[in-house]
């Protein structure tokens, strides 16, 4: 199976209802996977990659729903998540070498005062 | 209509994936990653194979794929949140990112399926992995390999856990309660409606199937003026000049009839078109099969016939972000008064206020 037939296969037959839940399962896993690791690394770069693991769950739900409602939006939804997750981690990932450099850690936790 | 899971089955393997993943979480000493992975591997495994027995009653089954790509995502996903060294985090995000490409493709979404590589892949993983060099400690040389404290232990392991499954528990159970309420929004986007919408997207494939010669692409935009597209019926109204039609017969009779199978439909024959070209009137054709909106043609459609400014944001957004990087990542040099003088000295700038007339006479005299 060819990967366009595939594809053209998908579309022209539509998304039942359960093969959506297929997918929104997966996206709800990998969703719940990021507020884990948000929560539990102490690492910071390990922390916004798990953001982005939540931001990859939000695209996989997009895209199912948007196959199953014939909508081209949700697809191109995704694509401006894409933007605004490589313009986030340009951000994060310049914060977190600034704040390498003022402790030598990566530790979020000794960033827990605040003072500037 | 039936649930779309068995609850107790959805709660139950969640809870044993949560058991999982909190073993398999960096701890201490005693670190049963291992056994976390396999809890959890079982945990999801019998949510996914219970989905799969549900949709095999529902005719809902999605590609077999499927059931090779979905655990590798969630298994991936899991070792980046317990991996202990940083790097292998990210490159199992990769991996996620790979088998999440496919789910794309198996839903249909080739256009995004690539990107989604491209993108997130091959540049926003890469710059992950440039700071996690760039921003690592040197081991000491006493201990190779001794991971950094803040990698080998987690923070509050237990209530995370609890936390994001409890999300995972409503988010999943809701919706497979509330699901079955939302039906598909129509079709009106489909393709067969779309196909209308796409300006020149018949005549386009026609072309590149070289139906029309290059040469003859001028005459083509002429009939591109006098043409319609009916989507339910798939058929194209062609208002024929008669020199587009003879042209349109003469090819079709060189090529042993080929542009006829491609073009002419059940109820036109060359005989008609010729008659119709002869009058200068329209001939209805039924569009080939072949020709169909494609993925990227949907996308690109719908993202620049309508969602014109948010992409003119999105591009604005890029732009600042990547100012903002500069300026933040800038490493600030501190110099004093004096060593700023005499470095200015060294290069030759005079500067100061009580030079400044003098200097911009001199400097215009030496040059």
């Known amino acids: 199976m060819t990967i366009a037939s595939l594809a053209q296969d998908t579309i022209a037959a539509g998304m039942p209802l359960a093969e959506l839940y297929h997918y929104l399962f997966v996206a709800g896993v990998l969703f719940g996977l990021g507020v884990i690791g948000f929560l539990a690394r102490r690492n910071l770069i390990i922390m916004f990659l798990c953001t982005e693991m939540m931001f990859q769950a939000a695209g996989i739900t997009l895209i199912a729903f948007s196959k199953y409602h014939f909508n081209p939006d949700g697809e191109v939804f995704v694509i401006f998540v894409l933007t605004i997750a490589a313009a986030e981690a340009a951000l994060a990932l310049a914060l977190v070498v600034l704040l390498f450099r003022r402790k030598e850690t990566l530790d979020a936790s000794a960033w827990a005062m605040l003072k500037g | 209509m039936d649930l779309l899971i068995n609850p107790v089955i ?45 949709g095999l009653d529902a005719a809902g089954l999605p590609n077999p794929h499927y059931y090779i790509f979905a655990p590798i995502a969630i298994l991936s996903a899991i070792r980046v949140v317990t991996h202990q060294q940083p790097v292998y985090s990210a490159l199992y995000f990769i991996l996620t990112i790979l088998a999440s490409s496919a789910l794309y493709l198996l839903m249909g979404a080739e256009f995004m399926a690539f990107a989604l590589i491209i993108i997130y892949a091959g540049a926003i993983l890469i710059t992950y992995l440039f700071v996690i060099m760039l921003a690592t400690q040197a081991p000491s040389e006493t201990e190779v390999g001794a991971l950094s404290p803040y990698d080998a232990l987690a923070r509050e392991p237990l209530w995370a856990t609890i936390m994001g499954f409890a999300i995972v528990a409503v988010l999943t159970g809701m919706i497979a309660q509330g699901l079955p309420e939302i ?12 196909l209308a919408e796409l300006p020149g997207k018949v005549l386009d494939d026609l072309d590149a199937k070289r139906v029309f010669r290059e040469m003859e692409r001028p005459e083509t935009e002429a009939i591109g003026d006098l043409y319609t597209i009916d989507a339910a019926s798939r058929t194209m109204t062609l208002a024929v000049t008669p020199e587009a039609a003879g042209d349109l017969l003469e090819r079709a009779e060189a090529e042993d009839r080929q542009v006829a199978k491609l073009l002419i439909g059940d109820g036109t024959t060359l005989a008609d078109l010729r008659a119709a070209s002869g009058a200068g009137g329209s001939v209805r054709l039924a569009v080939a099969p072949e020709v169909r909106v494609t993925n990227l043609d949907t996308v690109g459609w719908s993202l620049i016939a309508g969602h014109p400014l948010a992409l003119e944001i999105a591009g604005v957004i890029l732009l600042m972000a990547m100012l903002g990087a500069v300026v933040l990542a800038r490493k600030q040099i501190e110099i004093g008064e004096d060593e700023k003088l005499a470095r200015a000295a060294e290069l030759g700038i005079h500067t100061g206020p009580t030079d400044q007339m003098d ?9």
């Open chain 2, 183 to 194: 039906r598909p929004a129509g079709n009106e986007t489909d393709q067969q409606m779309l």
């Open chain 2, 10 to 54: 959805l709660y139950v393997g969640l809870a044993i994936g949560a058991l999982g993943v909190l073993l398999a979480l960096p701890r201490e000493r005693v670190n049963p990653q291992l056994i976390g992975l396999i809890l959890a591997a079982g945990g999801f495994g019998a949510v996914i194979i219970a989905l799969a027995l549900r």
């Open chain 2, 359 to 367: 200097s911009v006479s001199g400097g215009g005299a030496s040059s």
